[in-house]
């Protein structure tokens, strides 16, 4: 199986802030990653796929760059809308596998 | 555009059984695979069970394995999570999701609840 990890766990930061977050996977898996922002009680809003296509909607402040095994998501100037847990997501083979999130808050 | 509805969530006891449904409706049901991904309270997501377009091909997280079945109805654009032998740790939140030329769409989820 292919393990995802992503750091930091957490992170604390101020509006306008550029933030990155960082994913990677155990095994190269192409850019078959995928990017995934959720808050308290509501379902993921996926951000970004391909590990830097952004989708369609979402604001071009958040993106994604990377291949193979390491691969970041970058938020250019934080907003308070911003402050949630964010997911990556390899869909390279099964079984299918995220990482462990990424929680920003509030400085 | 895309909508994904579950539906049959509920409170059960450990060993029961509860059936998930998902109404799909927005894009050729048929074409692509579905998957049902769960997160547990104050957890992370889990990925549970995916199935091809045709309905050939099936694919179960390990702790899933030989007790739950998915399946789906593409004459009725639905998808369905049978659960068997629920265990505690079955508690979640699931949500049916699919992914369409990369991009991934998820309902709102349905609420599973195994406590006695």
């Known amino acids: ?107 | 555009e895309v909508r994904l509805l579950e539906s049959g969530g509920n409170l059960v006891q450990p060993g029961g059984s509860l059936r998930l449904s998902c109404a799909a409706s927005g894009f050729t049901f048929s074409t692509y695979e579905m998957t049902w991904v769960r997160q547990a309270p104050g957890k992370g997501l889990e990925w549970v069970s995916t199935i091809s377009g045709s309905g050939a091909r099936t694919y179960y997280a390990d702790s899933v394995k030989g007790r739950f079945t998915i399946s789906r109805d593409n004459s009725k654009n639905r998808l369905d999570l049978q659960m068997n032998s629920l265990r505690a740790e079955d508690t979640a939140v699931y949500y049916c999701t699919n992914r369409i030329v990369g991009v991934s769409y998820w309902g709102q989820g349905t609420l599973v609840i195994v406590s006695s």
């Open chain 1, 1 to 107: 199986d292919i393990q995802m990890t992503q750091s930091p766990s957490s992170l604390s930061a101020s509006v306008g802030d550029r933030v990155t977050i960082t994913c990677r996977a155990s095994q190269g898996i192409g850019n078959n990653l995928a990017w995934y922002q959720q808050k308290p009680g509501k379902a993921p809003k996926s951000l970004i796929y391909g590990a830097s296509r952004v989708q369609s909607g979402v604001p071009s402040k958040f993106s994604g760059s990377g291949s193979g095994t390491d691969f970041t998501l970058t938020i250019s100037s934080l907003q308070p809308e911003d402050f949630a847990t964010y997911y990556c997501q390899q869909y390279a083979t099964y079984p299918l596998t995220f990482g462990p999130g990424t929680t920003v808050d509030i400085k």
